[in-house]
């Protein structure tokens, strides 16, 4: 069912970066997270250098800056969160144009949106270059549970039917003239959720027996194991490790 | 309170992510106790419901909104270990899918707000619906309380979490209050659309809502003019609850004491009501964005008082003992139990 539900991060493509097994990438990803994290937020070109191997990355993915920069909108609270920490934060201040300021909430703030940019970053660039069913498999793979990934697999799967359900509920209200307006209007809206979750919770039973006339016995098989060459997990782990001089650099100088 | 990556130091996080990883194991264990092999297709139903509902607008007033964040509610149609799964799921799948909450962050996010509104929602829940009247009302009460105990309570979970591992040194206090007073707030949304979409199922299917099952009466028969009680197809599943509800009930009373009694008692009531007075309307305007990013209460003035810190480190300790208590709880009781029977 992957194929047909392909997430909104997701850009086809076939590039060095797309053809990567699932769980190489996952690992490489969270490997690159861990690492940015783990730097002194004092060493800022380590942080440009960081950014400079995710841009290589796109690069090879062929995914367009443009892209990248309208996924990184979703940090957007957080930045504002960022730019007020200067003025709450303890600690030495310092005037800047007037404005005095703290210096560890100044560095605070760097240190959140540094890190946290380059986070989201990798997450998108992982999302826009992995399929959804590969990302499943891939978990799978890094030994995530299997009851677990099946429940992620089943919310995947379904979870366009569940917001079409919900976007039709919507419909049908407005055809009927409601409109939302105050909390007046709140035991509508929760009646419609309370029915959402009935037809959830019956889809869900359905969904069982139709697996259990199929054989189901608690288990899925897995028929496409995804398996990874020694040269395709050093072309993953180039990031990190790349990533890793950088930070162990940083702790150094 | 989706967290970014970079915002708990590395430590913390990894800490945070082992208590995570552990709970999800028990939960899992749990589930298919629940459910059984209907784990998977019904969890993950579930799960895109509270992803859906997540998007659900509620109006509040003047164009802004807000909507559920969906811990209680999980927990209290589908129970506590499915609940926990579900949000859980849903939190993952943000993380990766839609970089929405850092990767090394995962933990402390799914602890926050998949675990602590969780199990905070279901005890106050259970412990209610023990203590008042077996009718479908007191169920929609419990269910008001209990969404509203969850979300200050993560916001609680969540200052301490920052207090440990916290990047940036606003002052402890600050955050606290910040992060308090408006998840209050946030609360009081939760809980009303908690509780009437708990409301809504369970005058439609009683059945299939977790938190209503002793509600089912049992089937009568008419035998010669007379009522007698039908003889039980499957004997009752309550083992579960027979011995829990005791100790769920004192906790919750100690919950109550030494978080929100102290809170109360220490707390002048002019700074309550002017946290209420300066959050009420900036706050809702935030809440569909960033609901719950500690960001929408770092606007909030200093007011505060020192004995705040009292109630908050009743709860804390509180809770701390609950999760460790349950923790060794649950340990042995598997150990033990070599066939576990109920199914709670």
Not at chain 1, 53 to 74: D, E, N
Not at chain 2, 129 to 141: G, H, Q
């Amino acid at each position: 069912m992957g194929a047909g539900h392909a997430h909104r991060l997701y850009r086809h493509g076939h590039s060095p970066v797309h053809i990567l097994p699932p769980h190489t990438k996952l690992a490489a990803a969270f490997a690159f997270v861990v690492v940015v994290v783990s730097t002194p937020r004092e060493a800022m070109w380590a942080f440009a250098l960081y950014a400079g191997l995710l841009g290589l990355v796109a690069y090879a993915a062929r995914v367009p800056a443009a892209f990248l920069l309208r996924r990184l909108l979703i940090e957007i609270p957080f930045v504002a969160f960022a730019v007020l920490m200067p003025f709450v934060a303890e600690g030495e201040r310092v005037d800047v144009l007037g404005v005095s300021l703290s210096v560890s909430g100044l560095w605070g703030a760097w240190n959140v949106l540094a890190k946290g940019t380059l986070g989201v970053a990798a997450s998108v660039l992982l999302a826009a270059t992995t399929e959804l069913r590969e990302l499943l498999l891939g978990l799978q793979r890094l030994r995530l549970p299997p009851l677990l990934v099946q429940i992620a697999s089943f919310m995947i799967r379904y979870g366009d039917v569940i917001t079409d359900e919900m976007r039709r509920m919507r419909i049908a209200r407005e055809s009927r003239g409601f409109q939302a307006r105050g909390v007046r209007h709140w035991g509508v809206l929760a009646k419609s959720a309370g029915a959402l979750f009935i037809r959830s919770y019956e889809r869900g039973e359905r969904v069982h027996l139709a697996m259990v006339s199929r054989g189901y016995a608690g288990s899925l098989p897995v028929i496409d194991q995804v398996t990874a060459s020694r040269a395709q997990w050093s072309c993953a782990l180039a990031l990190p490790f790349a990533a890793l001089v950088v930070c162990l650099l940083g702790w150094t100088l | 309170m989706h967290v970014p990556d970079g915002f708990i130091n590395a430590p913390t996080s990894a800490a945070t992510g082992v208590l995570a990883a552990g709970a999800l194991a028990v939960s899992l264990k749990g589930a298919r106790r629940e459910l059984d092999e209907r784990t998977a297709p019904l969890a993950g139903l579930v799960a895109a419901f509270i992803f859906a509902v997540q998007m659900l607008n509620f109006p509040v007033a003047a164009g802004t909104s807000g909507h559920l964040l969906g811990g209680a509610l999980a927990a209290i149609l589908v129970g506590p270990f499915t609940g926990i799964l579900c949000v859980s799921v849903v939190l993952l799948m943000q993380g990766i899918l839609f970089a929405d909450g850092g990767l090394t962050a995962l933990g402390v996010n799914i602890t926050d707000m998949a675990i602590v509104t969780t199990v905070v929602a279901y005890a106050v829940f259970r412990g209610l619906v023990k203590a008042l009247p077996r009718t479908r009302r007191s169920v929609t009460v419990a269910s008001f309380l209990a969404a509203l105990v969850s979300v200050p309570a993560a916001a609680v979970v969540f200052t301490l979490i920052y207090a440990i591992g916290g990047t940036t040194d606003v002052a402890i206090g600050k955050v606290a209050t910040a992060m308090i007073g408006v998840h209050v707030l946030i609360g009081i949304g939760e809980a009303t659309i908690t509780a009437l979409t708990v409301g809504a199922v369970i005058a439609v299917r009683p059945d299939l809502v977790h938190g209503a099952r002793g509600l089912t009466r049992r089937l009568k028969l008419r035998v010669g003019g007379e009522l007698v009680d039908a003889p039980a197809a499957t004997p009752e599943p309550v083992a579960a609850r027979s011995r829990r509800g005791l100790w769920i009930t004192g906790l919750v009373a100690s919950l109550v004491l030494a978080g929100v009694v102290s809170f109360y008692a220490s707390s002048s009531p002019d700074g309550l009501e002017k946290v209420a007075a300066d959050q009420g309307i900036d706050k809702k305007t935030e809440r569909h964005a960033n609901a719950d990013s500690p960001l929408a209460g770092y606007s909030v003035k200093d007011i505060r008082d020192s004995r705040l810190s009292g109630g908050l480190a009743g709860v804390i300790g509180v809770g701390a003992t609950v999760v460790a208590g349950s923790a060794v709880f649950w340990a042995v009781r598997r150990r033990r139990a070599g066939e576990p029977v109920e199914a709670g």
